[in-house]
């Protein structure tokens, strides 16, 4: 069974721009979550999905959004980007939202706002 | 605050068995613990949970006291390649993912 997969892997901008980062999910989870990893602050919780609706939403400025679709692939969008910005964003993805369930990673999006 | 609380590195010699502990004295009777770790710059990959019995799986085996306050991961025999940061997390079964807290994991260098 295929993985987590995240696209683009890589990616530059610039601030002010804005991105879409698209992960899709293992086949059948249809739950997804999306978090930011910097060096300064480690792993933080952005928001998840569960059947195309959020559940949840880390403390993070409205210019971070995301949506999920009827497939469960899922998209997050970073408008008017910030240097800040500049980190790897990772998707999640599990068959359920909560229970004894195990949470996958992808491989992650590395964003750098110059 | 992370709920728990793991040494901040650990060397380990290669082919031998690598332990790795965590303390989560504060640990709730619906919450398991997971173990994921992290090699440079690509996502968390997924070792081993349990919620009281210890767990074997093909990756290691996980070993919670009898009063659930602390566990240890092993790696029964490492290689080069376990090298990574490896993070503790406790959740309980009813909450959403999204409330999973990372600390800031254990760095495990494994030496020739």
């Known amino acids: 069974k295929a993985g987590v997969t995240q696209t683009p892997r890589y990616l530059i901008k610039t601030r002010g721009q804005q991105v879409t980062l698209s992960c899709s999910p293992i086949s059948g989870h249809r739950s997804v979550s999306w978090y930011q990893q910097t060096p300064g602050q480690g792993l933080q919780f952005l928001f998840e999905y569960f059947s195309e609706t959020q559940r949840n939403k880390g403390n993070f400025p409205g210019r971070f959004s995301g949506r999920q679709f009827s497939n469960s692939r899922s998209e997050m969008n970073v408008s008017t980007l910030e240097l800040g910005d500049s980190a790897l964003y990772l998707c999640?993805?599990?068959?359920?939202?909560?229970?004894?369930?195990?949470?996958?990673f992808g491989p992650g999006t590395r964003l750098l706002v110059l | 605050d992370a709920k728990t609380t793991q040494p901040p590195s650990m060397d380990c010699a290669e082919g031998r068995a690598a332990n790795l502990p965590c303390n989560h004295s504060?640990?709730?009777?619906?919450?398991?613990v997971y173990w994921y770790r992290q090699i440079h710059s690509q996502g968390p990959q997924y070792i081993i949970h349990g919620l009281k019995n210890n767990e074997t799986n093909e990756m290691a085996s996980l070993i919670i006291t009898e009063d659930r306050k602390s566990s240890t991961l092993i790696l029964p025999h490492a290689t080069l390649r376990d090298t990574a940061v490896y993070y503790c997390?406790?959740?309980?079964?009813?909450?959403?993912?999204?409330?999973?807290?990372f600390g800031a994991g254990t760095q495990v260098v494994v030496t020739p």
């Open positions: 999640a993805s599990s068959l359920w939202a909560s229970g004894d369930e195990t949470q996958y």
């Open positions: 997390i406790v959740r309980p079964a009813t909450d959403s993912w999204g409330k999973l807290q």
């Open positions: 504060t640990i709730s009777g619906n919450e398991y």
